[in-house]
């Protein structure tokens, strides 16, 4: 399913990366390859973003291609789309999710519809790369998990990649998008693990999921920081003699309907798993997808294990707000036991 | 346009007088009251850098350098006022009242480090930056027309006059003249983007100007220019006259957060110039008369103590209530709501 462009040997052409290190060499491939690349955003230069994902790039590429910009988040994703309506293709850091929200009305009055409102005469294909989600004790507003403002507006695109490889080959796809990719990047993952990626250029296709875990029981569905707590509740269910199969998303908008009806075909159950709130959340498209896609081979309605309807707690209770193994292991059971 | 807006100071360096106009205004009281204060939420902000560093708190966003602008504006306020200010102000909302356990509290990820004294009006610390500022427009615009002499106070940074909500909440304000004072600390960076890099404007006092209002320049580190101009500005918020943009131009001594390293990004070189407002305050008092030995001792004493005692109750303080994650989303809990909460309790086994 993933698409690695180029094939070289293992030992010379991969590196051992986290994710942030991953984003990083996304950034760095394209800023030497592609002289449209501008990298913008608070505190990116100098200080190389506040988890490093721009390290070194501003040294390497100077003040022109890599900017500290004001602290706007409006100004940031505003300029962003005149640049790239105007030949460059900037990639924007918002710092946290959280902190999207000025540059909200942007976004979602002009990011996503420029195309269609000049019928394709002005297009923008830009990047924003965003921070997200709870379980590293941040403070407040910082742990947002709001994809589906995101993948509710037409004209964007939403990835949110798990693992470093995906992370690679998610951003460069993004960055050569002709269309405005919105990429979520996993806090809890930046530095969770590390696992060889190419160090060379590399696509992974945007709309399509990646099958993490094969099973027969059960298909558990995740994307971003949630696919491992699937797999730890996989492993937990497993003991139990419970097989579930694992996919990861990957991309939000546009969702890879095909891998979903397969694998709930083959499980005839499922499991959704996200820490976005519950209400309007994602899980509710996908439980669309499977009754348009599958619905006869179901055994069990599908079980959504989410975040509740409220905003994420303050860290001490954050554990309390995201979904944990056990919780989804209940839903696994939930489901077998219909 | 910065000789249109000179630093105003009432104090040197040295702690000597350069402004007459106050000496009569300034006595012992008023003296050792800023003098307890900045000590005392100064000792308090390098507890909390310790305690963080023993991973007894979440990430702190520290102050020190920035006590005289904190403490001076906070003690120009009445009880009544009300207060927004941003993580970075809680010594001022020590100055007015908010306690040091809640404020401990909050930096350990409590949501009851968000309360304060039922007889102070003051907000939650604001996270997103600038986003308070139209919120304290909106408070004194309430205070007006409900005809009182209560006025509000809005803390924020340099960066945040960046933001959008900066600009918007100092028009609503001068348009609908309400008794605001905004009060910006310039400490020379916002994370790491200096000053020079965040506008090209020499200084923040002049964006007043488009708003039709006064803007005043003056030295964030003297305690006395910043209570004096602050009460100024909300006398003449208090008389109807509407807002004030006040810049205290001060100095972030650390880093943006414990989780920030700033030799990244800056040299101490500007730090040269920076005098620690403390000390400041201190010089001027052995100058003039003021200081006692005695007198401080019992300060320290008093002030270790009950930072002592703050963080024995804040380490004592009960567990966090599972409840509290859904219990004050709404005044009354939607049904549906009320379903995931009661589940989620019967997963945790408390029912
Ligand atoms: C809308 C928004 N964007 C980004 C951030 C992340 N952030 C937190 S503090 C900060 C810098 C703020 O600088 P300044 O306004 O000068 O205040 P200071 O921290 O220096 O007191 C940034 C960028 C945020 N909190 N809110």
Redesign the pocket.
């Known amino acids: 399913m993933t698409q690695v462009k180029e094939t070289h040997q293992k030992s010379e052409t991969a590196k051992q990366m986290t994710l942030i290190q991953a984003i990083n060499d996304a950034m760095r491939l394209m800023l030497e390859e592609d002289d449209r690349t501008v990298i913008l955003g ?2 990116i230069g100098k200080n190389g973003g506040v988890f490093r994902a721009t390290e070194g790039l501003q040294e390497a590429f100077g003040e022109d291609r890599v900017i500290d910009t004001p ?1 706007s ?1 409006a100004g940031i994703i505003g300029t962003s789309i005149g640049l790239a309506v105007n030949g460059f293709r900037p990639v924007a850091e918002i ?2 999710l959280g ?1 999207i ?2 540059a909200y009305e942007q976004i979602m009055t002009h990011v996503s519809r420029i195309r269609m409102r000049s019928m394709s005469r002005f297009t923008v294909p830009m990047v924003i790369r965003a921070p997200y989600g709870a379980g590293i004790r941040a403070p407040e ?1 910082h742990s947002d998990s709001t994809e589906s403002l995101f993948t509710h507006m037409p004209g964007l695109k939403v990835v949110c990649p798990s693992s470093p490889y995906d992370a690679k080959g998610l951003l460069i796809a993004a960055m050569e998008d002709p269309d405005p990719v919105l990429v979520l990047e996993p806090m809890k993952n930046y530095r969770s693990k590390r696992e060889e990626v190419p160090v060379g250029k590399y696509t992974v296709e945007i709309g399509k999921g990646k099958l993490v875990r094969e099973g027969t029981d059960v298909t558990l569905i995740a994307w971003g920081a949630m696919v491992s707590i699937a797999e730890k509740a996989a492993e937990q269910a497993e003991k139990k003699g419970i097989s579930c199969e694992i996919i990861d998303l990957r991309t939000l908008y546009p969702i890879d309907s095909e891998i979903i009806a397969e694998s709930v075909k083959k499980t005839t159950r499922a499991v959704i798993i996200h820490e976005a709130h519950h209400t309007g959340g994602l899980g509710n498209d996908i439980i669309s997808i499977i009754n348009d896609t599958a619905f006869l081979y179901l055994r069990a309605p599908i079980e959504r294990i989410t975040g509740f309807d409220v905003p994420v707690p303050f860290f001490s209770l954050e554990e309390h707000y995201l979904p944990t193994p056990a919780r989804v292991v209940e839903g696994i059971e939930k489901v077998l036991h219909f | 346009m910065e000789q249109y807006y000179p630093v105003k100071r009432v104090i040197d360096d040295k702690g000597f007088f350069v402004d007459a106009e106050y000496e009569k205004q300034i006595d012992e009281q008023l003296v050792k009251k800023l003098y307890s204060h900045m000590y005392r939420i100064r000792t308090f902000d390098r507890k909390a850098i310790n305690l963080q560093r023993q991973g007894r708190l979440g990430t702190y ?1 520290p102050f020190e350098g920035q006590e005289a602008a904190q403490v001076g504006s906070a003690l120009a306020l009445n009880d009544n006022d009300w207060v927004f200010p ?3 102000d809680h010594g001022a909302t020590l100055t007015f009242g908010k306690s040091m356990a809640t404020t401990f509290l909050y930096w350990n990820g409590r949501v009851e480090g968000c309360l304060t004294p039922a007889d102070r009006q003051i907000f939650p610390p604001a ?5 308070q500022l139209p919120h304290a427009a909106g408070a004194a615009w309430a205070e007006k027309k409900k005809g009182t002499k209560n006025a509000a106070i809005a803390y ?5 006059t960046s ?1 959008g909500d900066f600009h918007e909440g100092l028009n609503f304000a001068s348009v609908f003249k309400v008794p605001v004072v905004f009060f910006n ?1 310039n ?1 020379g ?3 790491s983007v200096p000053i020079e890099k ?1 506008m090209n404007s020499k200084t923040i006092a002049q964006k007043s100007v488009a708003y039709g209002m006064p803007g005043i320049r003056l030295d964030g580190n003297d305690c006395f220019a910043v209570y004096f101009e602050t009460k100024k500005a909300f006398n003449h918020a208090r008389s109807g006259n509407g807002p004030t943009l006040i810049e205290a131009v001060t100095w ?1 001594k650390g880093a ?1 957060t414990t989780a920030d390293d700033p030799s990244k990004y800056r040299t101490e070189e500007r730090a040269k110039d920076f005098v620690d407002p403390l000390l400041r305050l201190e010089l001027f008092m052995k100058n003039y008369g003021y200081w006692d030995d005695a007198w401080m001792q019992s300060i320290q004493e008093k002030t270790t103590r009950e930072v002592e005692e703050a963080v024995e109750e804040m380490e004592k303080f009960p567990p966090p209530n599972v409840e509290d994650v859904f219990d004050h989303v709404y005044a009354e809990m939607p049904a549906q709501l009320a379903k995931q909460k009661e589940a989620y309790l019967a997963h945790v086994g408390r029912k």
């Open positions: 608070e505190d602290l988040e710092q946290f902190f929200y000025p507003i | 966003a941003t993580y970075r996270v997103p930056i600038a986003t924020f940074g340099d960066g945040a933001e600390q400490n960076y916002a994370i965040q972030r943006h």
